[in-house]
């Protein structure tokens, strides 16, 4: 970035290195907070309404009031990708319960929120790895029971990070009772060798994920029957195709699992398709 980086914070757009969050705040203190990532493609944020929606969602999970309207959270992350001169990468917005002492029990009402927003320039549509295909490992899931908040209280997916960028792999699928669950920042998807997309279907146990709920729109267009299920590890091994989505991934070909080949060893046609599709989507704005 030529400019200085600018980040947005209760209310003020303020240069990086002088915005502050006290040590009381409830996100650093109990992770009690929710936050969510909007891509941004050819300086346009993408697939955004649904984004804010489910933010919307998630505070209402935790009894936060949402502190902005529709029209205020857009117009906000519009301005600070504009001064922050963000062609390409993401906008990373945060709604924590506030600042009051330490307490478990919610701070009185009326407490005001912690809202923070701050952009990254991250190559989102080129990026080489669609081109070959992404390694994955597969590990425990962890996590708590209610997977559908989008809560800052990630530690379980950073643990199942770190074990990725051990491994020298991008990603870990997560997996509990032998069925894969999602990745650790990502929705997990096979083809089988029949044309039909497996996906779980939607519950607490995985995040309801915006660039998934896309694809799905977009399976038949790339001749694709669909079933929302359980897959087993063994079957994900067996698939003709196997793939990750997410806003900064956007749709991520899955060439090895654990050390084993899936499909050719090499991005499918299926998933190419979906993910040209979707970039098309992307950059029309729907």
Same mark, same amino acid.
């Given at each position: ?5 600018i980040?947005?914070?209760? @209310? ?5 290195d002088?915005?502050?969050v006290?040590?009381?705040?409830r996100?650093?203190l109990?992770?009690? @907070? ?6 941004i493609?050819?300086g ?7 984004h804010?929606?489910r ?7 935790i009894? /936060?009031?949402n502190?902005?309207?529709l ?14 001169g963000?062609a390409?990468?993401?906008?990373y917005?945060?709604?924590?319960r506030?600042v ?19 952009t ?27 997977r559908?908040?989008?809560?800052v209280?990630l ?10 960028a051990?491994? *020298?792999?991008?990603?870990?699928w997560?997996?509990?009772d032998?069925?894969v669950?999602e990745g650790?920042?990502?929705t ?9 997309l ?8 995985l995040?309801? *994920? /915006? ?23 063994a079957?994900a ?12 991934a ?5 060439v090895?699992l ?22 098309e989507?992307?950059?029309?704005g729907?």
């Amino acid at each position: 970035m030529s400019n200085p980086r600018i980040v947005y914070l209760n @209310g003020d757009f303020l240069p990086f290195d002088e915005a502050r969050v006290p040590i009381m705040d409830r996100g650093f203190l109990f992770a009690d @907070g929710i936050y969510e990532v909007s891509a941004i493609l050819d300086g346009r944020l993408v697939d955004n309404e649904a984004h804010l929606a489910r933010l919307d969602r998630s505070l209402g999970e935790i009894d /936060i009031a949402n502190p902005h309207t529709l029209g205020e959270w857009v117009a906000l992350q519009t301005e600070l990708v504009a001064r922050n001169g963000v062609a390409e990468g993401l906008v990373y917005m945060q709604v924590t319960r506030g600042v009051f002492e330490r307490d478990f029990a919610y701070p009185p009402a009326g407490t005001r929120p912690t809202v923070m927003m701050f952009t990254q320039e991250k190559t989102v549509a080129a990026n080489p790895l669609a081109a070959k295909g992404a390694r994955v490992i597969t590990v425990p899931d962890l996590r708590w029971k209610r997977r559908d908040i989008k809560s800052v209280a990630l530690l379980a997916q950073v643990l199942a990070k770190q074990q990725a960028a051990a491994a *020298g792999v991008a990603e870990a699928w997560m997996v509990e009772d032998d069925a894969v669950t999602e990745g650790s920042s990502s929705t997990a998807f096979i083809v089988t060798a029949g044309g039909t997309l497996v996906t779980r279907p939607l519950s607490t146990a995985l995040l309801p *994920g /915006i660039t998934r709920q896309a694809v799905l729109r977009l399976a038949a267009e790339a001749g694709l029957a669909l079933e929302e299920r359980l897959f087993s590890v063994a079957e994900a091994l067996a698939a003709q195709e196997a793939f990750y989505t997410s806003a900064s991934a956007f749709v991520m070909p899955v060439v090895e699992l654990d050390g084993k080949t899936i499909g050719t060893g090499a991005p499918g046609p299926h998933t190419r398709r979906l993910r040209e599709l979707y970039l098309e989507l992307a950059r029309a704005g729907t």
